[in-house]
């Protein structure tokens, strides 16, 4: 007599999560690289920017620039950044946030290159190149942290600020030694920022081929049609993983606040960017101590937005990180009014910090008041895309306001009303609550 056949239930099929390669832990060789290829991306979005201020005045004289034309060079990619962020979204649905992301870099080097080539049209289109490639990668970035860190947010929040801070660092503290060293005039010693981008581009490669990557990105490129698009329900503050509704998002106060936030704490620091250098100069100090000190008030700026995100979290209220920021910067300035050079250092300290910790509280507003990863790319997009075009007056009415009073003065007192604006909308943006929240 047969036995009986025992029957048994077939195994569970495996989730399309579990079937993925699983994450290795925070200190595990595959977290690590994401995380430095991450940081090495963050460290190129500001070195174009700040490279150029040093030698500023070497490049109006070369290429026949007047005062207006040096701040209209200065203003070009902050214009870019603000208005270039606007096509990230549809770039991120073509071609996946972590593909985008690398073509950017590859366009910043290329634009890089392109700068520094003979001819006022190549500086200016070079520059419009880099500024581009810029701006997508700052929309990217938040929403990368909230999709691929969403455990560490924080811990990558301070490495991205701190990024930020090191590459403008080292950009304007270096350009001027290296035409003394080397020998070489401007256009060689700016072609040479194209090696720490193409760096960065190689570094990111091994992202693209990571499994749980690619369907990410293949879920972004997903062509969906209208009909199912507006099928799809309209996030109101929960967790669900559908993008909201535009115009929704353009009413938001919350949003409206961090955009303001982000726009006049990016003004003020992209006005002193271009022009502190030759403030200094005016007031008699050389053009390589001038550009030491603009890369000197990025080094306690570095340990105050990696510390902002922590300042962010514990300071209770929330308003006090804010208008911290918001007075160490008014100290600093009228410390430029007052003695520029002889308390140079104090105030190149003072400034530093309160810039610091508001690039770094503008940064994780963005991700603390947006429920997800979409969430975080639209306001995103907003916040970074208005407010560089709000940022982009920095330079460009500093420039204007110098040459129409002959002095500093006016610009810096501006440089302070700008400031209480700020604080201002610090009141909505340190709320905690998400955008598109029921009220």
């Not at 990111?204 to 293949?218: A, F, G, I, K, T």
């Not at 009014?337 to 507003?365: C, D, E, F, K, R």
């Amino acid at each position: 007599m047969n036995s009986p056949v025992t029957h048994q239930a077939p195994a569970a099929r495996p989730s399309a999560s579990s079937r993925r390669p699983s994450l290795p832990g925070p200190a595990g060789a595959r977290t690590v690289r994401a995380a430095v290829a991450f940081s090495l991306a963050a460290l190129n979005l500001r070195i174009a920017v700040a490279s150029l201020s040093p030698v500023l005045t070497e490049v109006e004289h070369d290429e026949h620039l007047s005062s207006f034309g040096g701040g209209a060079l200065s203003t070009v990619p902050v214009v870019c950044f603000g208005a270039f962020a606007f096509l990230a979204p549809r770039l991120t649905r073509r071609f996946g946030p972590h593909h985008l992301l690398w073509y950017a870099l590859l366009a910043l080097t290329g634009g890089i290159v392109l700068r520094s080539a003979p001819g006022v049209l190549a500086l200016f289109g070079g520059t419009l190149v880099a500024g581009a490639a810029i701006a997508v990668g700052n929309v990217l970035m938040p929403q990368l942290i909230k999709h691929d860190f969403a455990g560490r947010a924080g811990l990558m929040l301070g490495c991205y600020s701190l990024a930020l801070s090191g590459g403008a660092a080292l950009a304007a503290g270096v350009v001027v030694p290296l035409e003394s060293a080397t020998g070489w005039g401007w256009r060689q010693v700016l072609a040479l920022w194209a090696i720490p981008s193409l760096v960065a581009a190689l570094a990111w490669l091994p992202e693209l081929l990571v499994p749980d990557r690619r369907s990410h990105d293949r879920r972004s490129h997903d062509r969906r049609s209208p009909d199912r698009r507006r099928r799809e329900p309209v996030e109101r503050g929960g967790t669900d993983t559908a993008a909201p509704a535009r115009r929704a998002l353009w009413r938001d106060r919350t949003a409206w606040a961090v955009t303001l936030y982000m726009g006049l704490q990016s003004l003020g620091y992209y006005a002193i960017l271009a022009w502190l250098p030759t403030l200094l100069q005016d007031h008699g100090m050389s053009g390589g101590q001038a550009g030491w000190m603009l890369s000197f008030s990025s080094f306690p700026g570095m340990a105050a937005s990696f510390a902002a995100p922590w300042l962010q979290q514990r300071l209770r209220p929330a308003f006090v990180a804010p208008l911290a920021a918001a007075l160490l910067c008014a100290t600093g300035f009228v410390g430029l009014l007052t003695s520029p050079v002889s308390g140079a250092y104090l105030w190149m300290t003072v400034l530093g910090l309160g810039q610091g910790v508001a690039i770094g509280l503008a940064l994780g507003y963005i991700v603390a008041r947006s429920p997800d990863a979409h969430h975080t790319g639209r306001l995103s997009t907003m916040a970074q895309g208005t407010g560089y075009l709000i940022a982009c007056l920095g330079p460009l009415g500093l420039g204007l306001l110098h040459s129409a009073s002959g002095g500093w003065s006016l610009p810096v007192a501006v440089l302070l009303a700008v400031l209480v604006a700020q604080t201002v909308a610090a009141f909505g943006a340190s709320r905690d609550r998400h955008v598109l929240a029921s009220s």
